[in-house]
T-cell receptor, first 109, second 112 residues
Framework: RKEVEQDPGPFNVPEGATVAFNCTYS??????FFWYRQDCRKEPKLLMS???SGNEDGRFTAQLNRASQYISLLIRDSKLSDSATYLC??????????FGQGTELSVKP | SQTIHQWPATLVQPVGSPLSLECTVEGTSNPNLYWYRQAAGRGLQLLFY??????ISSEVPQNLSASRPQDRQFILSSKKLLLSDSGFYLCAWSGDRAQPQHFGDGTRLSIL
């Protein structure tokens, strides 16, 4: 089992849609969780951290389910500019951050 | 605020030539530093990380090496490049290993 797994997509959604990404992780001792966004041919950029109680930043909501070992990212009212690859990141053995392969999102007009 | 600089942005090298990519961080001291490679359409592969001057951990065997001659300087090198070394190389820093990492702009390396 991979340490961090994501559905690679692509997710093709119309503007204004709500889209959700899930990510599963294998290390039950993981304590740090993040979502990154990577635009085509650019570096990954931190989108948001994921806290145990769940957290929201504008149109973006992140949730953590420790029992099932998954985290999710919900994007409401999708914009064209949300088109990117979304990377799930979890700290693995030894505390190192493990990056998922990413889920590609394409928002269409 | 902290900034990370990575250069060059693009590099085209012949097979068998040497490589040196440099990364520097400003606005913080004793950062954790990382080198990643991302092949086209693939995920990030951690190559090296460093928790201090002269301390380098290698994640995968390869013909690349890394050095940290100063606290905020991280260098990725190779004596002889292979075709398979092509990719997008990213340097990153973090306050500690569990904190989020912040990436440089990346170097797109093409081997001919």
């Amino acid at each position: 089992r991979k340490e961090v797994e994501q559905d690679p997509g692509p997710f093709n959604v119309p503007e204004g849609a709500t889209v959700a990404f899930n990510c599963t992780y294998s290390n039950s001792a993981s304590q740090s969780f993040f979502w990154y966004r990577q635009d085509c041919r650019k570096e990954p950029k931190l989108l948001m951290s994921v806290y145990s109680s769940g957290n929201e930043d504008g149109r973006f909501t992140a949730q953590l389910n420790r029992a099932s070992q998954y985290i999710s990212l919900l994007i409401r009212d999708s914009k064209l500019s949300d088109s990117a690859t979304y990377l799930c990141v979890v700290n693995g053995q030894g505390g190192k951050l493990i990056f998922g392969q990413g889920t590609e999102l394409s928002v269409k007009p | 605020s902290q900034t990370i600089h990575q250069w060059p942005a693009t590099l085209v090298q012949p097979v068998g030539s040497p490589l040196s990519l440099e990364c520097t961080v400003e606005g913080t001291s004793n950062p954790n530093l990382y080198w990643y490679r991302q092949a086209a359409g693939r995920g990030l592969q951690l190559l090296f990380y460093s928790v201090g001057i002269g301390q380098i951990s290698s994640e995968v065997p390869q013909n690349l090496s890394a050095s940290r001659p100063q606290d905020r300087q991280f260098i990725l090198s190779s004596k002889k490049l292979l075709l398979s070394d092509s990719g997008f190389y990213l340097c990153a820093w973090s306050g500690d290993r569990a904190q989020p990492q912040h990436f440089g702009d990346g170097t797109r390396l093409s081997i001919l």
